[in-house]
């Protein structure tokens, strides 16, 4: 830094303030940097030339964020529309010294820079020398004030805190108290989520009852899962995108979840794994078509791969006019299927149904019996519905990384908690026991299977296919090869119902 010096009348200098935090009283004011920086000007007999103070609470410090005056006055230096530039200290202007660098390119036409109480000759030795000591002193202070301020939220989230600033989906202001409307919600959102219920009609109704983000925006289903997989819901302390857990003795076992203190939950953990194993299983693109049932649950019997769902333009349409379509074992470049097996869509859509409709209506099952059954036998069939949702996804990860849609080290994330799961409810299982046989009259049975009709009939094709995961249990609907002697129509005896590691088992033809 140079002494100060009266420079000649006509100099044209922009002069540039910002501050890095809106609020903080610590720093001096964007009006008080004008102000000081005219004076100055005033003072050494140059001109104002363009005021650029609109970077307000924008970061000099971190690269990603944009500071559209910055960008302007540089451009401004570097075309020569100034003369230079004043500023009320260089921690103002910048905190990294590439930027710096850039200045001094720019310089070599004789520009002037000066906070202020010096000037800065960027055309001699000693001045380039001087700022860069400036700059670099900067960049040290604000690296210093960026491992602290991790350092102190690392140690908060150790602690089981939250670093929130801004209030939480869910929560009140404090973020530790619900918000009840929006954790009802979320709660609710899970529930339906789980029982494999279409996002974009959660989104549509939360959007249609005014439903908001904290930001005031419309929800969207990118924005409802990221909500979903939130740690916070289940209570989790987080730092960085990373779920904190208690030390473990042993290192290949990870330690108990990290909860956060005095925070109410929206939901259990259990109910935030089962939502993140849900969503692993699940392939990227468009969501499942509610023109197919069956498409990605009934199997290939020659390959075992999932059957996908597809229009066939170039067969005659269905008798009432609408496009023919077909499950089919598509073939993929990499772990893809055979290509051997197809089964018309309605017909084991039709089918598939009147399964479902057989299975549910069975005496341990059926409605007109719920109401009387026993709390253990009520206890039984819960377990029996979660196991069937938690098995299904677990063998949905499985075609997942067979089909080498995801990583070896991200399946295994996800489906541990699933194995977990897993073999708890088979243990609660063993010890509820075996449901006694009820036996209902032929005709009180045939009144619950039209019950299950009626209710399959008016259902959603997402609620149907979660219905259909409640009577697979986790089983595989398969279908087989056709008769190549047989008429070309759907004939019931190709679909099985199989375990997903047995042979084909026939009697499941209805």
């Known amino acids: 830094?140079?002494?100060?010096?009266?420079?000649?009348?006509?100099?044209?200098?922009?002069?540039?303030?910002?501050?890095?935090?809106?609020?903080?009283?610590?720093?001096?004011?964007?009006?008080?940097?004008?102000?000081?920086?005219?004076?100055?000007?005033?003072?050494?007999?140059?001109?104002?030339?363009?005021?650029?103070?609109?970077?307000?609470?924008?970061?000099?410090w971190n690269p990603r964020v944009k500071r559209p005056d910055w960008d302007e006055l540089m451009q401004r230096?570097?075309?020569?529309?100034?003369?230079?530039?004043?500023?009320?200290?260089?921690?103002?202007?910048?905190?990294?010294?590439?930027?710096?660098?850039?200045?001094?390119?720019?310089?070599?036409?004789g520009l002037l820079v000066l906070d202020s109480e010096g000037e800065y000759d960027l055309t001699t030795p000693s001045g380039k020398k001087a700022f860069r000591d400036q700059l670099n002193t900067a960049a040290y202070e604000s690296d210093r004030t960026s491992t602290k301020t991790k350092r102190g939220k690392r140690l908060k989230a150790l602690k089981g805190e939250t670093n929130n600033s801004q209030r939480a989906f869910g929560w009140n202001e404090d973020n530790k108290t619900l918000r009840k409307s929006e954790a009802d919600a979320l709660a609710d959102a899970a529930k339906r989520v789980l029982a494999f219920q279409s996002q974009d009609a959660i989104v549509i109704e939360w959007n249609r009852s005014g439903l908001r983000s904290v930001n005031g925006k419309p929800f969207t289903r990118t924005a409802l899962r990221q909500l979903l997989l939130r740690p916070r819901n289940a209570g989790i302390a987080v730092y960085q995108n990373e779920v904190l857990r208690e030390p473990s003795e042993d290192p290949n076992v990870p330690g108990e979840l990290k909860r956060l203190v005095d925070v109410e939950p929206i939901f259990d953990v259990g109910t935030w794994e089962d939502l993140h194993s849900l969503y692993s299983s699940r392939r990227?693109?468009?969501p499942t078509s509610e023109a197919y049932l069956c498409s990605g649950?009934?199997?290939?019997?020659?390959?075992?791969?999932?059957?996908?769902?597809?229009?066939?333009?170039?067969?005659?349409?269905?008798?009432?006019?609408?496009?023919?379509?077909?499950?089919?074992c598509q073939p993929r470049a990499h772990a893809g299927g055979c290509g051997r097996i197809s089964v018309d869509q309605r017909a084991l859509d039709g089918h598939v149904l009147e399964l479902i409709a057989v299975i549910l209506s069975d005496p341990r099952h059926a409605a007109a019996i719920e109401a009387s059954t026993k709390a253990a036998a009520d206890a039984r069939q819960l377990v029996h519905d979660e196991l069937a949702r938690?098995?299904?996804?677990?063998?949905?990860?499985?075609?997942?990384?067979?089909?080498?849609?995801?990583?070896?080290?991200?399946?295994?994330?996800?489906?541990?908690?699933?194995?977990?799961?897993?073999a708890r409810l088979r243990a609660q299982l063993v010890e509820l026991g075996?449901?006694?046989?009820?036996?209902?009259?032929?005709?009180?049975?045939?009144?619950?299977?039209?019950?299950?009709?009626?209710?399959?009939?008016?259902?959603?094709?997402?609620?149907?296919?979660?219905?259909?995961?409640?009577?697979?249990?986790?089983?595989?609907l398969v279908v087989s090869s056709l008769d190549p002697s047989a008429p070309r129509v759907f004939?019931?005896?190709?679909?099985s119902i199989v375990t997903p590691d047995s042979a084909v088992d026939r009697s499941a033809g209805v």
């Open 1 to 60: 830094m140079v002494a100060r010096k009266r420079v000649r009348d006509g100099l044209v200098l922009d002069v540039y303030a910002r501050v890095s935090r809106l609020g903080d009283e610590r720093q001096r004011s964007v009006e008080g940097q004008v102000a000081d920086c005219k004076a100055r000007l005033v003072d050494i007999g140059a001109k104002v030339g363009k005021v650029l103070d609109a970077d307000r609470g924008r970061s000099a």
């Open 77 to 109: 230096l570097e075309t020569g529309a100034s003369d230079g530039v004043i500023v009320f200290d260089l921690a103002r202007f910048s905190r990294r010294p590439i930027e710096g660098e850039r200045l001094i390119s720019a310089a070599e036409r």
């Open 284 to 286: 990227r693109g468009r």
């Open 297 to 328: 649950i009934v199997h290939c019997g020659v390959c075992k791969h999932t059957l996908t769902g597809r229009p066939r333009k170039n067969m005659a349409p269905y008798p009432d006019g609408t496009v023919r379509r077909q499950y089919w």
């Open 390 to 422: 938690a098995e299904q996804l677990a063998n949905e990860l499985s075609a997942r990384l067979g089909r080498e849609e995801m990583s070896l080290a991200r399946y295994d994330a996800a489906v541990a908690p699933l194995d977990k799961k897993i």
């Open 434 to 476: 075996e449901s006694a046989e009820v036996k209902l009259p032929p005709k009180l049975a045939a009144e619950s299977l039209e019950e299950w009709r009626a209710r399959l009939k008016a259902a959603t094709v997402p609620e149907r296919r979660a219905l259909l995961a409640r009577a697979l249990r986790g089983r595989w």
């Open 491 to 495: 004939d019931p005896n190709r679909i």
